[in-house]
């Protein structure tokens, strides 16, 4: 409410690329429908405040290496991530960073609806 009563600002939500794909292997609907559901949201909300002086764009992080991952019980998984990841590794959280100062700053001041896969390249398969 303030961006828009100011008449300015930059929204950046956190989906996944499971918003866009859906994983092998992986048994998990209901994630990748939220994650879709956030993408479509912000691209919504980008049409909508536009005039209005707000940009609302999305970070898409891939596999990230989150203490989730760390656990030995996903270990396999871990493999198969980093192998079916054309960069051949998984993101660590503070690679997230970059992309979503982007979307913040002026440098994106014509960016806006936009969803940034920041994922090694996973969903190029």
Not at 14 to 32: D, K
Not at 36 to 52: F, G
Not at 58 to 64: A, I, R
Not at 73 to 86: L, S
Request: aromatic fraction near 6%; include cysteine; charged fraction near 20%.
């Amino acid at each position: 409410r303030k961006m828009l009563a100011r008449g300015k600002g930059s929204i950046i939500n956190i989906a996944s690329m499971s918003g866009t794909i859906v994983n092998r292997g992986l048994t998990q609907a209901h994630y990748n429908s939220s994650k879709a559901a956030v993408i479509h949201m912000s691209r919504s909300l980008a049409m909508e405040w536009a005039d209005r002086g707000l940009r609302v764009n999305v970070v898409s992080p891939g596999y990230t290496l989150t203490p989730m991952n760390k656990r030995p019980e996903v270990a396999e998984e871990v493999k198969i991530f980093k192998r079916d990841t054309p960069m051949g590794r998984m993101a660590a959280p503070e690679e997230m960073v970059g992309p979503t100062v982007f979307l913040a700053s002026r440098a994106a001041s014509f960016v806006t609806g936009l969803d940034l896969i920041v994922d090694g390249g996973y969903v190029c398969w």
